[in-house]
Structure formats: structure tokens, C-alpha cells
């Protein structure tokens, strides 16, 4: 654009000097060798502009003959390159196919075509063409010669870290995405491996590095930052807290500055402050947390915050969590508990009770089965409640990777992840999808509908039938229409239809068993024998 405006301003430009010209009429002489040559102004005007055109035209002529050798050959050269190029994109196309041949024959094409230090991308690509074909060794060569590149050096760590990861070598894989941290903390490969390393260590201050080079990069958000950095650091101050009091405090207050509704940051601050005699600031601490998500831990910490109170201080301290807490599981239970140290039974009993209505579970059975023993001593209530605990749903409890703890940690003991531990309840036992509605109210007791026999081919004649009790059968006659539509019914045996059956009556033998089918393998008769005549139960 400004080329062209460039170019319309010389011809408007010559268009006005012409026309002054044309306006002021003259005359040049030019005396040349004994001649002279007279012209109009006008003429010489033009005759001056045409020579340095003339010029200009010879001067490219001359240049571009100079030149022509090198024109030509970076003609073919450039040729070449998009030759080159198209390979390379053909081969990267098939390389993400999964086409492993192809892939292989554009890779050699293209390293024809272009040079591999003056395109990196064939490197990959070769490597990508060696694994799929299975030449894993020779992909590892590739990536560690990438090493020597600035520009592919992380390529080569990202290859090789994968290589690594897929032969199982952790120690190596954390190597590799280790250096490439250092380089690049953005790249999040890079960044988990090495977070997941230096906390399986229990490096906390690395970590804490790692997490804030992340939060600069703008790898991850600011509240998944803040809630690293707590989990961090309250992991910091419990390494620390018996070592160094100090650092842990300042670690644990800084967690729950981060995160106030974290009851593990929590729980450690207000410990650190209540070694200080500070009950004042770790109580808010427990507080502000309980207001957040009850936790046993901030409620069993909270009411013993000064151990020289009586139980009674220590039942107020509950009802106050209750207070700030209401209709909430955690609270009631808080409240028993406190309850049955200061001996007052009918308290206890009340919030256990008000507890399993509004969250039914094992730690609330349990805790009600001791308020009975040490009120009443009833072994019996005892046992029942017991055995309502053992089918109930099973208290929260740190979780992570189908791992159940009591208490929290920062990382998992199977993948090693940070933060993957979580507050709810595990998962259920087999026995509670079963037996999970028996304390309901009004439950209905399920039932089996029985099979429908198939149609007797013989019907027993009538004088090989036995009545029990001929006064039954008397009064209600039994007609063949009748035992056809009702073979499934039982009559009950009674105890006057055993009275009545004559003392020299043979006994019948049972009736023969169905034939089994073809692949029915049938029961051993030794395991039939020892079979216990007790009634099927889960448990």
C-alpha cells in the first residue's frame, strides 16, 4: 500500500513539472565540438527523463545476467524445500495415524530434501516412525541426540521421560521431567513429576517453589495455587512439629491463611497455638473452621483446647460448636461424646439418637452401645446396638486411592499425588446392601415367589394317598379337578394329624427326586451330610 502511494506520488509529481514547463515556454542551446544544438525547453525535459530511464532498464538488464546463476539455483532450491516440507507434513500426518511405514518413507524423503539441522522436526519425526515401529532403543537414541539442541532439548526430556515412564523406571522419569523443570516450570508434565517427587521426599520448601513458579507462569489458577501452597505447608509444619515449634507454627498459620476451611491446617495451627497457651486465637482458628465443615478432629481438639478443664467446661465447649453448627451429624455426636465423660447419660443418649436420624452410620451405633453399658450394663442392648453398627454405613475417613485413613496426609500412598486425600465415606460392604433398610420403620419384609413346578405327568391314585387327619379330609374331600389346580399348595401338618396317625402306620419313604438335567453335576453326598440344618445367613 504505501508502495503504490509512493508511486502515484512521482507521477503527479512529473505531471506538475510538465505542466509548469508547458506554462513557461524556452529555449537550451548546447555548443558540442564546433556544433550547437538548440531545443525547446520541453524537448530536453523529456530527452533528460528518457536517458535515465534508459539507464535504469540497462542497469537491470546487466543485473539480473549477474545474478541469473544464483536466481536459478534458488529457484530449484526453494523447489526442493517445499518438496521437503510436504514430505514432512505428510510423514507427521501418518506418524499421528499411526501409519508406521509411511511415516518411515516420507521421514527418509524428507531428510533428502532438507537438512536436519536446518529443519528439526525430521528428528521427531524419525523418532516418532521408530516407535511405531517397535525400535524403542532407537527412539531413545534420537531423543538423546536431541538433547544437544537448545531448541529440541525439551522434546528430547518430554521423549525420553516417556520412555522412562513406559519401562517403569520412576527414578529416571523424574530425572528427565526434573531438568525440564528447571528450564520450562510452565510445562505441566514437567511440573507434576517433579512436584510428585520432591513431596514423596518430603522436600516441602522445593515443592513450595515448584508451586509458586507455577502461579507465576500462569500454569494454574490462583485458588488451585492457594490451596497447593496449604497443603504444603501444612504437611511442612507437621514434619516440624516437634523439631521446630517455630517454623512449624509459622507454616500452619500461613496454611490456614490460605485456607481457612481446611481442618487439617486448622487443626495443626490451633495445636501450635495451644502449646503457647494462646487458646484465645486457636479456638477462633477451630471456629472458623467448624463454621466451614464440622470435623471430629476440630471438635475432639476444640473441647480439650485447656486440659485442666472439668467435663462439664468441656460439655459447654461442645454445645457452643453445636451451636454454631445446628442440625448437623457432627455436632450431636460432639455433644454425646462430652456428654458420657461428664456422666450425663440422658444427654448423650438424646444427641446419639438425634444424630442417627439425621446421618445413620457406625461411629453413632457405636457411640450409643457405650452410653448403654455405662448406664444400664445391658448386655443385650449392647449386642443389638453392635450389631446395627456392624450394618450401618461407615464413618467419613480420609480417602485416597481406595485407601481409608484416620488421618490426613498429603499425599497418596499408592500414586504419590498431592491433595489426593479426601474427607467422606468409604465404601460400603456388601452385607449393608442387604441388611441397610432393616432398622427402618414399617419396612416390609421381602419375599421369594416360588417357582412354578411344571405339570405332573402321573397323578398318584387315591388309595396311595396317606390322610393324616381323615377328619380334615372328610370335611373338605379332595376331588381330582381340585389336586390338579392346586398341586403347589401345602397342607400344614398339625400336631392333632400326628396324634392321629395309628402307632403300626409303615412310614413312606420320600418321594423320588426330580432327574437332573444333563449338565447339572448334582451335590456331593458328603457335602450334603455336612451341611448345618441352620438357616442361610450373610454374615
Known sequence: MIRILLFLAVVFALGLGFAWLADRPGEMVVTFSGYQYQVSLMVAAVAVVAVVAAVMIVWWLIKSLWNSPYTISRYFRVRRRDRGYQALSTGMIAAGAGDGALARKKTKEAAKLIRSDQEPLIQ???AQASLLEGDHEGAREKFETMLDDPEMRLLGLRGLYLEAERLGDRNAARHYAGRAAVMAPQLAWAAESTLEDLTGRGDWDGALKLVEAQKSTRQIERDAANRRRAVLLTAKAQALIDSDPNAARTAALEAN???????PAAVVAAKMLFRENDVRKGSKILEAAWKAEPHPEIAELYTHARPADAVLDRLNRARKLQEMKKNHAESSLAVARAALDAQDFSTARREAEAAIRMDRREGAYLLLADIEEAETGDQG?????????VRAPRDPAWVADGVASERWAPVSPI?????????????????????????????????IAAPIKPAKENVPAKENVIELNPAVSAERPITAAASEGSEDHVTPVTASAFASVPPDAEAVEPAEELARLPDDPGVDPDDENEKSPRRFRLF
Do not use: C, H, M, N
Open 381 to 389: 442392648k449392647v449386642r443389638q446396638l453392635l450389631s446395627k453398627a
Open 257 to 263: 491463611r490460605l485456607r481457612p476451611d481446611f481442618a
Open 124 to 126: 521427531l519425526l524419525e
Open 415 to 447: 500414586t504419590g499425588k498431592l491433595d489426593a486425600f479426601e474427607w467422606r465415606a468409604p465404601l460400603e460392604r456388601l452385607g449393608q446392601l442387604i441388611d441397610s433398610d432393616e432398622d427402618a420403620p414399617g419396612a416390609a419384609v421381602p419375599t
